[in-house]
């Protein structure tokens, strides 16, 4: 089953405007979209659930969110890693959650074509990667953060750094489409590429039972062809619980409803769009009777938990949709062809960063 194939039957069984609807109902009148009413905000699932509202068409609200963003930026060009009612709740410097900004961003620009908001938002999105970069170890792989007294976590995580990856590479597409030419980002983009590639001994071992870990390597594009199918397919029965979904962590009978999103990008990236629908499948039944998604639930005793309805849960849910449904012209952020196919990315010429 290919991609034309399933862009011909949409998920009936799914009111994704109730999905939306969620989203809408929590962000701000500023822009900012919380986890959940009441409940805290990071930049980084702010963005993710504002590309799921761009992604089923509304604009102006992804707009307003990442004009948020821009609003609330760091003098050094990072944002604090969490947030409660605009102040800051964790004053970390997180350079995965500051770089996510530029896949938002470029998201927002495949979709909208509007290259007015790309020129307001290139400083936001230049100083964010400049911030990242900043942290980038010898060796390649990317520090998580500063700590709130400033003072740099020389620890690396492989999921950070693969969405690291991601951001850069859609920062470096805004360049090009905006004639600009960062030589800097893409020399870092390699050696980070090269780290995720080939130094799995670079980053902080103790994660890697985390699903994330497995997985946001193809996701974010640092591993492709066989190297990735390859990947998915060793890992499998460690981190997924066939017909529930992907476990967040290997060891806990808990699935999460967006790590299992993740994997049906993940896997529709390297152009295995059938068992991505089987597993997109496989989340229908968990659901609130509003039509919004859980954000997990432990097995066999089927406990929903958290309780909260979670606006990114719902966000990247959409954009699994999207990518397997084609909803917008953004469908194919993350596959691996698009990165070669594209005209917006050869103005760039960054092909030896997604080459198969």
């Known amino acids: ?27 701000k009148d500023d822009g900012e979209i919380p986890w959940f009413e009441g409940g805290k905000t990071d930049p980084w699932d702010h963005v993710e659930a504002a590309m799921g509202l761009c992604a089923f068409g509304y604009t102006r609200q992804a707009k307003t969110a990442y004009q948020w963003l821009a609003d609330c930026q760091l003098e050094d ?97 805004i360049a090009g489409e905006l004639g600009i030419r960062r030589e800097d980002w893409k020399t ?81 990236a390297t152009g295995n769009y059938k068992v991505a629908e089987i597993v997109f499948n496989w989340m229908h039944e968990r659901r609130f009777k509003d039509g919004t998604y859980w954000c997990g639930f432990t097995y066999p005793d089927m406990v929903i938990w958290p309780e909260e309805k979670i606006t990114w849960t719902n966000g990247v849910f959409l954009m699994a949709a999207d990518a397997l449904y084609n909803l917008s012209p953004a469908g194919r952020l993350f596959d691996h062809g698009f990165w070669n196919e594209s005209d917006i990315l050869r103005k760039a010429d960054i092909s030896y960063l997604t080459g198969f």
């Open 188 to 268: 870092a983009a390699l050696k980070l590429k090269t780290a995720i590639g080939r130094g799995y001994h670079l980053f902080n071992i103790a994660k890697s039972h985390y699903s994330m870990d497995w997985f946001y390597p193809v996701l974010c594009g640092a591993v492709t062809g066989d190297d990735a199918r390859k990947r998915l397919d060793q890992y499998w029965k460690k981190f997924v619980a066939e017909e529930m979904g992907v476990l967040c962590v290997s060891n806990r009978p808990w699935v999460t409803i967006a790590e299992t999103c993740e994997l049906v990008l993940a896997l529709a």
């Open 1 to 27: 089953m290919d991609q034309e194939m399933l862009q011909k039957k949409r998920p009936a069984e799914v009111d994704l405007e109730q999905v939306a609807a969620i989203i809408l109902q929590t962000q």
């Open 77 to 173: 060009g990072s944002w604090y890693a969490a947030y409660m009612n605009g102040q800051p709740l964790d004053m970390t410097r997180d350079t995965n959650v500051t770089a996510y900004i530029a896949v938002g961003v470029f998201h927002y620009y495949l979709i909208t074509g509007d290259r007015v908001f790309l020129l307001e938002m290139w400083d936001t999105v230049s100083r964010a990667i400049d911030f990242a970069i900043s942290l980038q170890a010898g060796t390649g792989e990317i520090y998580w953060a500063k700590n709130p007294d400033l003072r740099v976590d020389t620890m690396a995580l492989l999921t950070g750094s693969s969405s690291i990856f991601m951001s850069i590479k859609c920062a470096l597409a």
